[in-house]
């Protein structure tokens, strides 16, 4: 199975990592406001002569000083899955999907990264099937938050223009319930993405394996119901301290430590 050959390289990317220096302080990094793009172009060059352990560490601490954008986590993932970290590969192109859901090549790497793992649970649907989640997979959350902002527009632009052109009322009243309809639907995925996220948020499993328990403590004080491996997809439904509770497709669930897992969205 062909492993990705390349990496991105991309002048927006630059500029973001620039702009991102000015507006920010960098701790990690205090040579001057050009440190950033100089690490993205040594990660790009590390990666390129196949110095892929030392390309991950770059890009790593790019991400550590507060930049999130879809090409860091795909070169970092591409980066990982040449390392053979499953794991850490599906967790960063997730994060890129994330940020660009429409892209193929993340896609594709995701899925080249997903049919090496030894469980495979993504055939079964780990993912819930709900409005959010589909149109999470078209747009994203800045995308979405736009398109409500331009629906709420032509209401009120429209709802004007009823008042002041009753002539043209008849065209006018499709277009206000056209509008109100999508905005509906635009809020309902939204909402519904965004309290899934918070409430049953999506990890990776990045040990090599972990025992999954059915309760919060070790295999000496609780059953192990089952066993997973680098890369599983799943969703945490309970935390205590030290554990947290995971949900897998067919009602399987059990506890596994939180160092054995990391989100896709927020802080692990």
Request: negative net charge; contains cysteine.
């Amino acid at each position: 199975m062909k492993l990705p050959d390349k990496i991105r390289v991309t002048w927006p990317m630059l500029g973001l990592l620039l702009l991102v220096i000015f507006i920010f302080p960098l701790p990690l990094l205090a040579q001057g406001p050009n440190d950033l793009t100089q690490v993205m172009v040594e990660a790009n060059e590390r990666y390129q002569s196949g110095q892929f352990e030392r390309a991950a560490e770059l890009y790593e601490t790019i991400n550590a000083a507060g930049v999130q954008h879809s090409t860091v986590y795909y070169n970092l993932g591409n980066a990982y899955l040449q390392q053979g970290d499953l794991g850490r590969a599906i967790l960063n192109y997730r994060r890129a999907q994330r940020l660009d859901p429409r892209d193929g090549d993340i896609a594709n790497n995701l899925e080249l990264a997903r049919a090496q793992t030894i469980d495979k649970l993504q055939a079964s649907g780990v993912e819930q099937l709900n409005f959010g989640q589909i149109v999470g997979d078209w747009i994203t959350l800045e995308e979405t938050t736009v398109l409500l902002l331009v629906f709420w527009f032509l209401i009120c632009l429209s709802l004007s223009l009823y008042i002041v052109l009753p002539h043209r009322r008849s065209e006018l009243v499709w277009l206000i319930i056209s509008s109100v309809g999508l905005t509906i639907l635009m809020t309902a995925g939204l909402a519904s993405s965004l309290y899934i996220e918070d409430q049953t948020p999506t990890a990776v499993v990045v040990a090599s394996q972990v025992d999954v328990t059915d309760g919060p403590g070790p295999a000496d004080e609780f059953a192990v119901n089952f066993s997973l491996h680098a890369g599983a997809e799943v969703r945490i439904i309970d935390r205590r301290l030290g554990w947290r509770q995971i949900a897998l497709p067919g009602d399987l669930d059990g506890w596994v430590p939180n160092n054995t897992l990391s989100l896709v969205v927020g802080q692990s």
